[in-house]
T-cell receptor
Framework: ELKVEQNPLFLSMQEGKNYTIYCNYS?????LYWYRQDPGKSLESLFV?????AVKQEGRLMASLDTKARLSTLHITAAVHDLSATYFC???????????FGKGTRLSVIA | GAVVSQHPSWVICKSGTSVKIECRSL??????MFWYRQFPKQSLMLMAT?????????EQGVEKDKFLINHASLTLSTLTVTSAHPEDSSFYIC????????????FGPGTRLTVL
């Protein structure tokens, strides 16, 4: 059974600081996704990571994937208030199958 | 722009009534769509996989007679919550997969159901 663990589950950080969210998964998968969810809203796709060593960056967010360690990271650089949201990682077994989500990391960026 | 739409975006109903939620694929045909449920401050949990022209596949613990899924066309899947009760109050989100974009799943805007 595919399981996904995120940590931390809650993160309060000051503006301008850096931090990393971790996502571990239990079985082999070469496809990992990061999503953002704002309160009361649905999920917004951030990154799709397809291969070992993949690194993608968008603004202050950078995601990486290590398939051998079954680990993905979401790094936040110089956080700003607008990044406050819940971030989910999700993994699939293969192709057109449903996602298995981590529990989410609730990020709060404070001045 | 949005590739998946849901209707309604929110609904309040009395206990015992049934509620239908529509999920539409706006840009291409989707033979498979997924229905998730999210309780407050929790993650998304898969309820069922909706297959066009055939029966839905339900996850363990999800009552198929209570949560009726119909995928009658290639762009529309519906979820009907029958005889809703307060414990069914949740955020229901559908999604579809884009095989042209590394099987990225795109989510609808969600439907917030409140059962009084």
């Amino acid at each position: 059974e595919l399981k996904v663990e995120q940590n931390p589950l809650f993160l309060s950080m000051q503006e301008g600081k850096n931090y990393t969210i971790y996502c571990n998964y239990s079985t082999t998968s070469d496809r990992l996704y990061w999503y953002r969810q704002d309160p009361g809203k649905s999920l917004e796709s951030l990154f799709v990571l397809l291969s070992n060593g993949a690194v993608k960056q968008e603004g202050r967010l950078m995601a990486s994937l290590d398939t051998k360690a079954r680990l993905s990271t979401l790094h936040i650089t110089a956080a700003v208030h607008d990044l406050s949201a819940t971030y989910f990682c999700a993994v699939v077994n293969s192709g057109n199958t449903p996602l298995v989500f981590g529990k989410g990391t609730r990020l709060s960026v404070i001045a | 722009g949005a590739v998946v739409s849901q209707h309604p975006s929110w609904v309040i109903c009395k206990s015992g009534t049934s509620v239908k939620i529509e999920c539409r694929s706006l840009d291409f045909q989707a033979t498979t769509m997924f229905w998730y449920r999210q309780f407050p401050k929790q993650s998304l949990m898969l309820m069922a996989t909706s297959n066009e022209g055939s029966k839905a596949t339900y996850e363990q613990g999800v009552e198929k007679d209570k949560f009726l899924i119909n995928h009658a066309s290639l762009t529309l899947s519906t979820l009907t919550v029958t005889s809703a009760h307060p414990e069914d109050s949740s955020f229901y989100i559908c999604s579809k997969t884009d095989s042209q974009r590394a099987d990225t799943q795109y989510f609808g805007p969600g439907t917030r159901l409140t059962v009084l």
